[in-house]
């Protein structure tokens, strides 16, 4: 942040992103949006680590403080309905798989 300098970018391959949140060890990244997934990158990289199935829209990611779940919210379905949903997802091992 001192420099101001980009440091990586990478393409999300989804139309729109809602939300990005560190892992707790700053290790992955999580970030949400349309076309029905959540992506977990690493950060130096940006490479994808892993695309979890999700709605057609996820507005937020976050990750709990202890790194062992990451919460969604989004549409309960592919948006026809008004319903709205959130989930609470397992991650082993802070990420890993």
């Not at 919210?73 to 802070?94: E, F, L, Q």
Request: with cysteine.
């Amino acid at each position: 942040m001192s420099t101001g300098k980009l440091r990586n970018s990478a393409p999300s391959g989804c139309k729109e992103i809602y939300s990005v949140d560190w892992s707790p060890k700053g290790d992955v990244l999580a970030t949400s949006g349309r076309d029905r997934k959540v992506v977990l990158w690493e950060p130096g990289t940006l490479t994808k680590l892993k695309e979890l199935d999700a709605p057609i829209w996820v507005i937020q990611v976050r990750f709990t403080a202890d790194g062992s779940r990451m919460l969604t919210a989004s549409a309960a379905d592919d948006g026809a309905t008004k319903d709205r949903k959130i989930v609470v997802w397992a991650v082993p091992n802070g990420v890993d798989q």
